[in-house]
């Protein structure tokens, strides 16, 4: 029995490290924080529709830039860190945020606006891989439960953007969203302190060990499968995103069209959304601890296929209803594809961070274009309407290598 225990004792420090709940939780907030401030940006197209006279088209392209931007630097920035971590372009990546928020709430010309959602883009593009690598290095052995700590953070401060323009737009206009710079300087100030921690993690013996382990990894590459599989779940993160993004950028004025809804009241449906996706981000990293991450990926869209086809048709209560259905089972993968993607490959930490989370503002860039054109040509029902089968690509993750097949492939490397 002695010897067991000692046995045991002796691989925990290896094997099994301490959940640092402390950094998880902080960088949740900066994540809750960070991404309240990007959903400024959709949470406003009401609003300037009505004061700047815009089209669908051009508030598809104001979400273009925005995620863009974000999503094509940050696997750029992720393979840099993934050399050489930068503890403190956190906070520097916050700053730019802060900068790009009190311009977005005074640009006077739709150019401007442009710009400054151009900054905040950035200042996402190099908060997301590092905060990622934050919580990877925090989670000890739980890292489906860490990547759903940090990644509900983002969630929900998506969530909170019709609260944001119900409460603070609709009164204050262009304006009040200025008032998010305090959100901007909070999370510069609490990321000063998560970025001392990160240098001193860096320093750790312990860290070193567990980089150097995955070293053979750049220098072997990847196969020829693991590159099928990553095909897979990215084709997968294309689908859920476009999904999202037309439901975030859109449905409010679907209902304001469709069910007569005020602004306020249309916003309460996509609040609802939202808030059930958050829940769902949280809930679907221990869920898949328990039943495996393939398994999840794969309820998350065809589960949630058949209330998304019914959305459009459906009265305002079983709307409302099914979108709260919809927008927990469809999140339930969000952070579970990271995990997935980060065992795929392994000490590619901000790399595989920033192509599965970067992908996913791209994709919703790219569909926020290509959605607005559509709605503009043949309605705002009828892209609703065509938008509720996308959750069908959710069958492509029945190819995705096991949970099981994962692990062989990681002790074989």
């Avoid at 693991?226 to 679907?254: C, D, E, H, P, Q």
């Avoid at 595989?352 to 992908?359: A, D, E, H, I, N």
């Avoid at 609703?384 to 995705?400: C, Q, R, S, V």
């Amino acid at each position: 029995m002695s010897q067991h225990q000692a046995v045991a004792s002796a691989k925990k420090p290896i094997s099994t490290e301490t959940t640092i709940f402390r950094i998880l939780l902080m960088i949740g907030l900066c994540h809750l924080l960070n991404d309240s401030i990007q959903a400024v940006v959709p949470a406003m197209f009401p609003i300037l529709e009505k004061s700047k006279g815009l089209s669908f088209t051009q508030l598809g392209i104001i979400a273009f830039a925005l995620n863009m931007v974000s999503s094509v630097m940050q696997p750029v920035i992720g393979i840099f860190t993934d050399k050489r971590p930068r503890p403190y372009a956190l906070p520097i990546g916050l700053s730019l945020t802060f900068i790009g928020v009190l311009g977005i709430g005074f640009a006077p010309n739709y150019g401007l606006i442009i710009l400054a959602v151009i900054f905040i883009g950035l200042g996402s593009a190099i908060f997301h891989p590092e905060g990622s690598r934050v919580a990877h290095m925090a989670a000890g052995s739980r890292r489906g439960l860490a990547q759903s700590i940090y990644q509900v953070g983002g969630n929900t401060g998506q969530a909170l953007a019709p609260m944001i323009t119900a409460l603070i737009l609709v009164p204050l206009g262009q304006i009040g969203a200025s008032w998010f710079s305090i959100a901007a300087a909070l999370a510069v100030v609490i990321l000063i302190y998560i970025a001392n921690w990160y240098q001193q993690k860096l320093l750790a013996s312990s860290y070193k060990q567990k980089k150097s382990k995955h070293a053979g990894v750049k220098q072997n590459g990847v196969s020829k499968d693991i590159k099928k599989a990553l095909a897979l779940i990215l084709l997968f993160i294309f689908a859920r995103s476009w999904y999202v993004s037309g439901m975030t950028n859109f449905y409010a004025f679907y209902g304001i069209k469709e069910y007569a809804l005020s602004i306020k009241d249309s916003q309460l449906f996509l609040f609802a959304f939202l808030v059930s996706g958050a829940f769902g981000t949280f809930f679907g990293g221990p869920l898949a601890d328990r039943f495996g991450k393939k398994t999840m990926i794969t309820f998350s869209m065809v589960a949630a296929l058949p209330f998304s086809l019914f959305i459009p048709h459906a009265s305002p209560v079983l709307a409302f209803i099914f979108l709260v259905i919809t927008g927990f089972i469809i999140m339930t993968s969000f952070s579970v594809t990271v995990v997935y993607a980060q065992e795929l490959v392994p000490g590619k930490i901000g790399l595989m961070s920033g192509l599965t989370v970067g992908l996913a503002f791209g994709m919703g860039a790219i569909g926020s274009v290509g959605l607005g054109y559509i709605a503009d040509s043949i309605g705002l029902h009828s892209m609703i309407t065509w938008l509720g089968i996308l959750p069908l690509f959710g069958f492509a993750a029945f190819l995705l290598p096991s949970d099981r097949e994962l692990q062989n492939e990681a002790k074989e490397r």
